[in-house]
């Protein structure tokens, strides 16, 4: 599976269930599982984990790749609050496209569509 339009003009192929915390699954990322644990760390708050994730990172990929990753994940915590907060729904036009992904996912148990169950 191409994940977004990255993947597509790289013709790099990514496996989205390594995405969900499938350990056993390689992503096609490169330093993926360093990138993920220093995503957890971030998330979770967690200093001491956080440093040596960090370290990692910045070991395999350099310290403007972690800045870069830093940036994504602090991005990404935050959109989907607001868009929350606001109760934006998905807009219409992306509900069919991306359907399989949500369903992949599990995502439709947030009601991103904003219609009513029933």
Request: with cysteine; net charge negative; glycine share 10%.
């Amino acid at each position: 599976m191409r994940l977004s339009s990255s993947g597509q003009d790289t013709g790099d192929e990514y496996n989205i269930q390594a995405i969900m915390g499938d350990t056993d699954v390689e992503s096609g990322i490169p330093a993926s599982k360093e990138l993920s644990a220093f995503a957890e760390a971030m998330c979770g708050m967690n200093t001491a984990t956080m440093d040596e994730t960090r370290a990692a990172v910045v070991d395999i990929l350099g310290e403007a790749a972690m800045l870069d990753a830093a940036a994504a994940v602090g991005a990404f915590n935050i959109f989907p609050r607001v868009a929350d907060a606001t109760g934006i729904p998905l807009e219409e036009m992306k509900v069919e496209p991306t359907a399989a992904i949500r369903e992949q996912l599990g995502l439709e148990a947030f009601n991103l569509t904003g219609k009513l169950p029933g």
